[in-house]
T-cell receptor
Framework: GAGVSQSPSNKVTEKGKDVELRCDPI?????LYWYRQSLGQGLEFLIY????????KSGLPSDRFSAERTGGSVSTLTIQRTQQEDSAVYLC?????????????FGDGTRLSIL | AQSVTQLDSQVPVFEEAPVELRCNYS??????LFWYVQYPNQGLQLLLK??????LVKGINGFEAEFNKSQTSFHLRKPSVHISDTAEYFC?????????????FGQGTELSVKP
């Protein structure tokens, strides 16, 4: 497809379970970003990838959160032992290059609900 | 560190009226500036960006914004709004010097266009 693809679009899980969220960036985009959007906190940066490495993980809220990117393409965000405060929309974005000023293209997000 | 303040959480306006959505930022270094729009259950779409040069920036859907360095503002304007402009609008910055271009967002302004 032409845009950033995220799956699943919705995920409902029980507290304490692990979840994996997937992001397929635009082909050829070297930079990939994860953001979280919640009612209380707004839009927050989580982590950024340049190729397969993550130079900036400063936004990950706890060690229950991790992410990886393979082949310079698909990325997976994993949340272990989910808590109710993890309920949010998780947005992925990609850009052609990693330098600031590059426009970021966003997917439609994964809406995560923790029961 | 950077921060972004969107001065109005909600802006109701009648169709064909002009609108201004206000954004102020704080940063100790030079920044790039962006406006994104989010329609319900969708990701963010870039409206316009300011990187350098002319302080008046034109974007998609008839929107424009003016960068004012002395007032650290980047207000978004449209001379005549349509019902279809109803959405949430986010102002964002990224640092010149922060490798990776992560975006720092404001809290968003909900624009509601009424017939």
């Amino acid at each position: 497809g032409a845009g950033v693809s995220q799956s699943p679009s919705n995920k409902v899980t029980e507290k304490g379970k692990d979840v994996e969220l997937r992001c397929d960036p635009i082909s050829g985009h070297t930079a990939l970003y994860w953001y979280r959007q919640s009612l209380g906190q707004g839009l927050e940066f989580l982590i950024y990838f340049q190729g397969n490495s993550a130079p900036d993980k400063s936004g990950l809220p706890s060690d229950r959160f991790s992410a990886e990117r393979t082949g310079g393409s698909v990325s997976t965000l994993t949340i272990q032992r989910t808590q109710q405060e993890d309920s949010a929309v998780y947005l992925c974005a990609s850009s052609l290059e990693w330098q600031g000023g590059q426009p970021q293209h966003f997917g439609d997000g994964t809406r995560l609900s923790i029961l | 560190a950077q921060s972004v303040t969107q001065l109005d959480s909600q802006v109701p306006v009648f169709e064909e009226a002009p609108v201004e959505l206000r954004c102020n930022y704080s940063s100790s270094v030079s920044v790039y500036l962006f406006w994104y729009v989010q329609y319900p259950n969708q990701g963010l779409q870039l409206l316009l960006k300011y990187l350098s040069g002319s302080t008046l920036v034109k974007g998609i859907n008839g929107f424009e914004a003016e960068f004012n360095k002395s007032q650290t503002s980047f207000h978004l304007r449209k001379p005549s709004v349509h019902i279809s402009d109803t959405a949430e609008y986010f102002c964002a910055v990224s640092s010149f010097y922060n490798q990776g271009g992560k975006l720092i967002f404001g809290q968003g302004t909900e624009l509601s266009v009424k017939p």
